[in-house]
């Protein structure tokens, strides 16, 4: 995928950016070659290979560190609405702001 200048000038209007010639051409160069880098990528066949969770996990055998997922905490919604102005059915009630 090659980007042209009309890309670019279309790009930094949606971006609302105002490019001066040579910044254009600059970055210009610099989308072509991150799509081709991205080319490159696109080309290798990745077919049966695991998604790495972690770079490290390449080169050694890593152990997630997760905390087990339990409630730690009793509800307490009662107490926390109790400074809250209005309040009904367990729900903050706010005004309007939209009409």
Do not use: C, H, W
């Not at 090659?2 to 910044?23: G, W």
């Not at 695991?50 to 905390?67: G, H």
């Amino acid at each position: 995928m090659s980007l042209t200048p009309d890309d670019v000038s279309r790009i930094a209007n949606l971006a609302r950016l105002e490019l001066q010639p040579a910044e254009s051409d600059a970055l210009l160069g610099n989308l072509n070659d991150f799509f081709k880098i991205v080319d490159q990528m696109s080309a290798v066949d990745t077919a049966g290979i695991e998604p790495l969770y972690t770079p490290l996990s390449a080169i050694q055998q890593v152990q997630l560190r997760l905390r087990e997922d339990a409630v730690t905490e009793s509800n307490q919604r009662e107490l926390n609405q109790r400074s809250a102005p209005a309040v009904e059915d367990g729900l903050f009630l706010v005004p309007k702001v939209i009409e």
